[in-house]
């Protein structure tokens, strides 16, 4: 599971996302020339956020203990990986029995793809080839594995044909009453990491939706939080998450994009193995350790 970095941490968002899927920065832009960001505060109701790659919500937040844990909490957000077909009927099965449950949905998108570490794994390779076949122009050809970022096909698909498969499973999500999106890898359509700033991702998302889809884009892997500000400056708040994520390779940065999340009335939920991604928290920042890995640092870990 990739962040809207590369594992060398693209830096964004909606991923960058629904959205990305890194840590780089936007481009550096001074005090003076950020807009005065309108901040949010914080819902008074208690909420617990819960997305993993690898510790399915169903049969995590569902057992008796998690159901005693969970009980003073008004509402449970559960993310689930949509796979790369938010039509298929194995997707509409995994949504409708979380539904079932009472809880809120957020679901994960690759967004154009990307290696894990350094590699593309077969199964992602192939759904994006997929999905190139019927939103760009130029034909893959036969035995490629993803390897050449500068083949004709991927560069059409990472600047505009994963937008086109966004733009559509934004249709395909809206009627399932689907919260949030994040959206991964958007660092290989240029955006963060000193290219083009992930705000204008979220104008460009919040615009190629239609006015009455209300599905939100989760921010994911912002750099430090000067670029927060930044991109909570530019951008219209009603589009973005009450929730960020952060991986590991930005653990020195949390603390403070946690304290600066909070000014806008979004929580980061941190995510400490790149290879076994996992999120959760509380609306104030309490991550329960339902699940997932590095149970034991989780646990003593916080910030002042």
Request: negative net charge.
């Amino acid at each position: 599971m990739l962040s809207i970095s590369t594992r060398a941490v693209f830096s964004l968002i909606l991923c960058s996302l629904l959205l990305a899927c890194g840590g780089g920065g936007s481009p550096s832009t001074t005090p003076a020339q950020i807009p005065t960001p309108v901040l949010t505060p914080t819902s008074s109701n208690q909420t617990y956020f819960y997305f993993s790659s690898g510790h399915d919500p169903l049969t995590v937040l569902t057992t008796s203990q998690a159901k005693a844990t969970l009980a003073k909490y008004t509402n449970v957000i559960a993310g689930i990986d949509a796979g790369g077909n938010t039509s298929s009927t194995e997707f509409l099965s995994r949504v409708q029995n979380l539904r079932a449950q009472g809880w809120r949905l957020h679901i994960y998108l690759e967004g154009p793809g990307g290696p894990t570490g350094n590699s593309w794994s077969a199964d992602e390779c192939l759904r994006v080839q997929n999905a190139a076949k019927l939103y760009v122009s130029n034909s893959v050809p036969v035995g490629d594995h993803c390897q050449d970022d500068n083949a004709n096909w991927m560069k059409e698909w990472n600047q505009t044909g994963f937008f086109k498969q966004l733009q559509q499973q934004l249709i395909d999500l809206q009627p399932l009453g689907v919260e949030s999106i994040e959206v991964d890898n958007l660092y290989r359509a240029g955006y963060g990491d000193g290219a083009k700033p992930i705000s204008d991702f979220i104008v460009r998302f919040n615009n190629g939706k239609s006015a009455n889809n209300t599905i939100k884009l989760l921010l994911k892997n912002i750099g430090s939080p000067a670029e927060l500000d930044a991109i909570l400056g530019a951008s219209p708040r009603a589009a973005i998450a009450d929730y960020m994520i952060l991986e590991e390779d930005l653990k020195n940065q949390w603390c403070a994009l946690q304290n600066t999340g909070k000014k806008y009335g979004i929580v980061a939920a941190f995510s400490w193995n790149t290879f076994d991604y996992h999120a959760e928290t509380d609306s104030n920042g309490k991550d329960l350790v339902l699940s997932g890995p590095a149970q034991s640092q989780r646990q003593s870990f916080g910030c002042s």
